[in-house]
């Protein structure tokens, strides 16, 4: 992870880079359902992350989505962009409710003394895709908090390949009271 403290118009913006294996902490995913790859950056002020997916040829749903035509499925491009927001959901609550110092998770020794995180669902989603991605293409997840309401976070995502927009929208998640202790 880096840490980078940027000036912008005469005040500090703190940008936040992850990499994969502390993308992995702050998800419950594993394997093959492990979207993201790192974070590019996250701004805690602006409350706008961006992380990214690189799409191997390899991928089983990349095999196994379309006979003929390696393709990432487009159902899998959501559940990027849900998992883009997890991460900075995640990372916001265990700063307020814990205390996390966001400038020390490129630590791993650091991580394992957090507490564990609660379990996030996706509540709603309204996206609209009009292209698709495929092996060696590098997806963008770009998500920023629009609405919050006590449990629940309303984002505006973006995907990305390269400078295209391939899908575009708003994702709803929550933490509901049943998967917690």
Same mark, same amino acid.
Not at 27 to 34: G, I, N, T
Not at 64 to 85: D, H, N, T
């Given at each position: 992870?880096?840490?980078?403290?940027?000036?912008?118009?005469?005040?500090?913006?703190?940008?936040?880079?992850?990499?994969?294996?502390?993308?992995?902490?702050?998800?419950?995913?594993?394997?093959?359902?492990?979207?993201?790859? %790192?974070?590019?950056?996250?701004?805690?002020?602006?409350?706008?992350?961006?992380?990214?997916?690189?799409?191997?040829?390899?991928?089983?749903?990349?095999?196994?989505?379309?006979?003929?035509?390696?393709?990432?499925?487009?159902?899998?491009?959501?559940?990027?962009?849900?998992?883009?927001?997890?991460?900075?959901?995640?990372? @916001?609550?265990?700063?307020?409710?814990? %205390?996390?110092?966001?400038?020390?998770?490129?630590?791993?020794?650091?991580?394992?003394?957090?507490?564990?995180?609660?379990?996030?669902?996706?509540?709603?989603?309204?996206?609209?895709?009009?292209?698709?991605?495929?092996?060696?293409?590098?997806?963008?997840? @770009?998500?920023?908090?629009?609405?919050?309401?006590?449990?629940?976070?309303?984002?505006?995502?973006?995907?990305?390949?390269?400078?295209?927009?391939?899908?575009? %929208?708003?994702?709803?998640?929550?933490?509901?009271?049943?998967?917690?202790?």
């Amino acid at each position: 992870m880096t840490v980078d403290i940027e000036a912008v118009q005469g005040n500090a913006k703190l940008v936040v880079r992850l990499d994969a294996a502390a993308c992995r902490d702050l998800l419950p995913h594993r394997d093959v359902m492990a979207l993201i790859d %790192g974070v590019n950056w996250y701004n805690p002020m602006e409350r706008h992350l961006s992380a990214f997916k690189r799409i191997a040829t390899s991928e089983f749903s990349v095999r196994g989505y379309f006979p003929g035509r390696a393709l990432f499925p487009r159902s899998m491009v959501i559940e990027g962009l849900a998992q883009a927001c997890g991460i900075m959901m995640n990372m @916001e609550r265990m700063r307020d409710l814990n %205390g996390t110092d966001l400038l020390r998770l490129d630590d791993v020794y650091y991580r394992r003394e957090l507490p564990p995180i609660p379990l996030s669902v996706l509540a709603d989603s309204t996206i609209k895709q009009y292209a698709h991605a495929g092996p060696g293409d590098t997806l963008e997840f @770009e998500v920023k908090v629009s609405l919050q309401r006590q449990e629940f976070r309303y984002f505006k995502v973006v995907a990305r390949v390269e400078d295209s927009v391939i899908a575009d %929208g708003t994702i709803l998640l929550s933490y509901p009271s049943y998967f917690q202790d």
